[in-house]
């Protein structure tokens, strides 16, 4: 069974229970791995990389999942009520603490 993983920010793929560390050279990157019995075959772009499996569990999920995007919006907590408030612009060296 082949499957799809995207690698962490630090290089690591992980496909029924064990975590697999590629590097960073693949962060961010979607790999193809192929899942037997006894073996994890991870096909990247520097060549397949063969991994023993430790455990005989099924996999769950085929494909890769993109990253998740970041919202836009800041919590603040005026009035003593949690509420999101989308007016707050934040920029980098614009930003003041007040004294």
């Given at each position: 069974?082949?499957?799809?993983?995207?690698?962490?920010?630090?290089?690591?793929?992980?496909?029924?229970?064990?975590?697999?560390?590629l590097g960073r050279t693949h962060a961010g990157k979607t790999v193809t791995i192929e899942v037997?019995?006894?073996?994890?075959?991870?096909?990247?772009?520097?060549?397949?990389?063969?991994?023993?499996?430790?455990?005989?569990?099924?996999?769950?999920?085929?494909?890769?999942?993109?990253?998740?995007?970041?919202?836009?919006?800041?919590?603040?907590?005026?009035?003593?009520?949690?509420?999101?408030?989308?007016?707050?612009?934040?920029?980098?060296?614009?930003?003041?603490?007040?004294?």
């Amino acid at each position: 069974m082949a499957v799809q993983r995207r690698a962490s920010n630090s290089g690591v793929v992980m496909v029924v229970g064990p975590k697999v560390a590629l590097g960073r050279t693949h962060a961010g990157k979607t790999v193809t791995i192929e899942v037997t019995d006894t073996d994890l075959t991870i096909h990247t772009d520097s060549g397949p990389r063969t991994v023993k499996r430790t455990n005989g569990q099924p996999v769950r999920s085929n494909k890769a999942h993109r990253p998740r995007k970041v919202s836009n919006r800041t919590w603040t907590n005026r009035h003593s009520s949690n509420t999101w408030d989308e007016s707050v612009k934040h920029q980098v060296g614009l930003d003041t603490v007040a004294a």
